[in-house]
């Protein structure tokens, strides 16, 4: 199994990466060669800039595509490559075999030279990126390369991405950034220019139905209904497929365009998706906050489970603990806010579809019945007006307008239309 196997219909891409990390090793295998001839390094260096100047390879990267197109799955793919120690290189292989120690440690988490960086919270700050700066300044310690993966460069303060600036300008010798986000305007321009851009396309809906039979063993009916309603994102295809919850949720939103018919209706569907979302921060905290909490206190050196008072001078730790937390539960109620109405607007769009006559496959099939009420009881014009309300929510929410009062002014547009 190649490292590439889980990037699911982007094969443009893959042959780029791969192109680059056969680069890499030959960069590395230069640099290396050079310095067990000479004894010295500053010959190694010369030598290895001596390849860089032809080199498909860079120290900086920029993915960029859709939600669901396989851009963090691209970057930890690619850093598994550039650790890929198979002897096959020598005969001429391409890096990335995916069985070597390299490779597989760096797909699953554990290689000491490859840094995953995915945040929970709503934003990156200049302290996490600050320490991410002094990793990146470290030679490797085992690995070919020092690869810092940052799966959500988007969410990087204006602070932290000046911090960034300064790493990227001047990169060490064999540290590479891979940052990902879903668009070239969701970065500082400083910094994208500094980048090399790799642009990811949202796969085939076929291609997300198979991935999830072949590897995740889904009954290929359900595969391609969860593929076919999520248009091709992959994790929340995956989410939908094997996650009855996720699938009860999303029927309930789909309902909404139903419920919408006098100002009470309205009011009250708005209430009922904020409080599915508090109810999905709820969940993931009791999974998560509980553990957190316990870890920190045996760390601090309070006993397991007695709930005992904390060491002397412990507590600010505690504290930044359940701050993190709660931002965390935050960013996971404006998450699953922002995928109800991603579901809504999939769902207008159907109906404008039919509205229209297009041949475009519909993504809600199953709830057709509803689809073609709406679309025969309205026209297309009506539908655009709602799509658009539907957008304005999604930006008012990212603008920290409360969130009740945005999804009410939304369901009462969505009515009124």
């Given at each position: 199994m ?10 443009r891409v893959a042959?780029q990466?791969t192109a680059?990390a056969?680069?890499?090793?030959a ?5 290396s060669?050079?310095?067990d001839?000479?004894a010295?390094e500053?010959?190694?260096?010369s030598?290895?800039?001596s390849?860089a100047?032809?080199s498909?390879?860079?120290h900086?990267?920029l993915?960029?595509?859709p ?8 970057a ?5 490559a550039?650790?890929?120690?198979s002897?096959d290189?020598a005969?001429g ?14 797909l699953?988490g554990t290689h000491?030279?490859?840094e995953v960086?995915r945040?929970?919270?709503?934003s990156i700050g ?11 300044q470290l030679?490797?310690a085992?690995?070919?390369w020092?690869?810092?993966?940052m ?5 990087l303060?204006?602070?932290?991405g000046n ?6 300008e001047?990169p060490?010798p ?5 940052l990902c986000?879903p ?8 910094i994208?220019?500094?980048c ?5 396309s949202?796969p085939?809906?076929d291609a997300?139905?198979?991935?999830l039979?072949r ?7 359900l ?5 076919r309603?999520t248009?091709?994102?992959?994790g ?5 497929a094997?996650?009855?919850?996720a ?6 939103v789909?309902k909404?365009?139903?419920?919408v ?6 009011l ?7 409080d599915?979302?508090?109810e999905?921060?709820?969940?993931l905290?009791?999974e998560?906050?509980?553990k957190?909490?316990e870890?920190?206190?045996a760390a601090l ?6 709930g005992g008072r904390?060491p002397?001078g412990t507590?600010g730790?505690?504290?930044e603990l359940?701050d ?7 960013r ?8 109800a ?7 207008y769009?159907?109906v404008l579809?039919?509205?229209?006559g297009?041949?475009?496959a519909?993504?809600n099939?199953d709830v057709r019945d509803?689809l073609e009420?709406?679309a025969s009881?309205?026209k297309?014009?009506r539908?655009?007006?709602?799509i658009?309300?539907i957008?304005a929510?999604?930006q008012a929410?990212?603008s920290n307008?409360?969130p009740l ?5 939304m369901t009462m547009?969505?009515r009124a239309g």
């Open positions: 190649a490292v590439w196997d889980d990037l699911v219909g982007q094969d042959a990466l680059a056969r680069d890499a090793d960069l590395v295998t230069a640099a060669e050079a310095a001839a000479s010295g500053p010959m190694a260096a030598a290895s800039a390849s100047s032809s498909r390879m860079t900086a990267w993915f960029t595509g939600p669901g197109s396989g851009r963090a799955t691209a930890r793919a690619f850093a598994a550039l650790q890929c120690v002897p290189r005969l292989g391409a890096p990335g075999c995916g069985f070597c120690d390299g490779c597989h440690t760096a699953v000491a030279d490859v960086v945040t929970d919270m709503l200049v302290k996490e990126t600050r320490d991410l700066v002094r990793r990146a030679s490797p085992g690995g070919r020092q690869v810092i993966v799966e959500d460069a988007d969410r303060t204006e602070g932290a911090v960034l600036l300064k790493a990227v001047e060490a064999r540290t590479v950034w891979l986000a668009s070239l305007e969701d970065v500082l321009p400083t994208r220019s500094r090399r851009l790799l642009t990811l949202t085939s809906v997300v139905a198979d991935v039979v590897r995740d063993g889904i009954d290929p009916e595969a391609a209904s969860a593929a309603a248009q091709g994102h992959i929340r295809a995956r989410r939908l094997t996650d009855e919850r699938r009860a949720r999303r029927a309930a789909l909404l365009p139903l419920r018919d006098d100002v009470g209706g309205c009250k569907a708005a209430q009922e998706l904020i599915a979302a508090a999905d921060a709820k969940q905290a009791e998560v906050d509980a957190e909490t870890e920190l206190r050196g309070a006993a397991a489970g007695t904390l002397r507590a730790a505690m504290k359940q993190r937390q709660k931002r965390r539960a935050t996971t109620q404006r998450d699953s806010l922002d995928l109405l991603t579901e809504l607007t999939g769902f769009r159907d579809a039919l509205q229209l297009s041949q475009v519909l993504a099939t509803a009420r709406i009881g309205s297309a014009e539908t655009l007006r709602r658009e309300a957008t929510c999604r929410l990212d307008v409360a009062l945005a999804v009410e002014a547009a969505l």
